[in-house]
């Protein structure tokens, strides 16, 4: 079974300044996809990104980039120029790219964000 | 173009009553999956509906079921409710199978 791990359930960083979060996986897949959602306190979840397993080119979107690393297992979020409305709840999750389409889901890191 | 409804977006039931959860996927999606974030145990996959079949469940029992009706929405069914049933239960949609999820607000159920 797949797992996913965050291993800080708390980050802070100051406005406008850079802040990556961590995450790692395990599987013994070869063709899977990553995601990055945000929960902010509406409880609505967001995506943030997504990154294909057989794309060596790391995703962005706007002020969101990753760092995957498929050999190690890696896959971070970098937020740069970090704002207000970017403090929330940030889960990584991933999903098989074949059989059963379900989320896996790490414990999340919760983004304070200081003015 | 609207997102995915769900609703209520609280309910409240005694230990062993039932429990209704409705969900509309965004139009044209195909796919329902069901989760739930309980405190502590984070997020855990509970059902997925596509075409108006269940394709997987996660590791809940039985007295979790739900279905898909034509127009692709879906009704998630919790059955004589425990205290530990308290949770965010969030539906999420997709085009198909393979593409991303899109996730509901949630409705928060707690059980006295």
């Known amino acids: 079974a797949q797992t996913v791990t965050q291993s800080q359930p708390e980050m802070s960083v100051q406005e406008a300044e850079t802040v990556t979060l961590s995450c790692t996986y395990d599987?013994?897949?070869?063709?899977?996809?990553l995601f990055w959602y945000k929960q902010p306190p509406s409880r609505q979840m967001i995506l943030v990104i997504r990154?294909?397993?057989?794309?060596?080119q790391n995703a962005t979107e706007n002020r969101f980039s990753v760092n995957f690393q498929k050999a190690a297992k890696s896959f971070s979020l970098k937020i740069s120029d970090s704002q207000l409305g970017d403090a929330a709840m940030y889960f990584c999750a991933y999903r098989s790219a074949q059989g059963a389409q379900k989320l896996v889901f790490g414990q999340g890191t919760r983004l304070t964000i200081n003015p | 173009e609207a997102g995915v409804t769900q609703s209520p977006t609280h309910l409240i039931k005694t230990r062993g009553q039932q429990a209704t959860l409705r969900c509309s996927p965004i139009?044209?999606?195909?796919?329902v999956y069901w989760y739930q974030q309980a405190l502590g145990l984070g997020l855990q996959f509970l059902l997925w509906y596509d075409e108006g079949e269940e394709r997987n469940r996660g590791n809940f029992p039985p007295r979790f079921s739900g279905r898909q009706f034509p127009n692709y929405s879906s009704e998630l069914n919790v059955n004589a409710l425990e205290l530990e049933d308290s949770a965010l239960y969030l539906c999420?949609?997709?085009?198909?199978?393979?593409?991303?999820?899109?996730f509901g607000p949630g409705t928060r159920l707690t059980v006295t």
């Open positions: 990154q294909e397993a057989y794309k060596q």
């Open positions: 999420a949609s997709s085009l198909a199978p393979t593409l991303e999820q899109y």
């Open positions: 139009s044209g999606h195909t796919s």
């Open positions: 599987t013994s897949e070869s063709d899977y996809y």
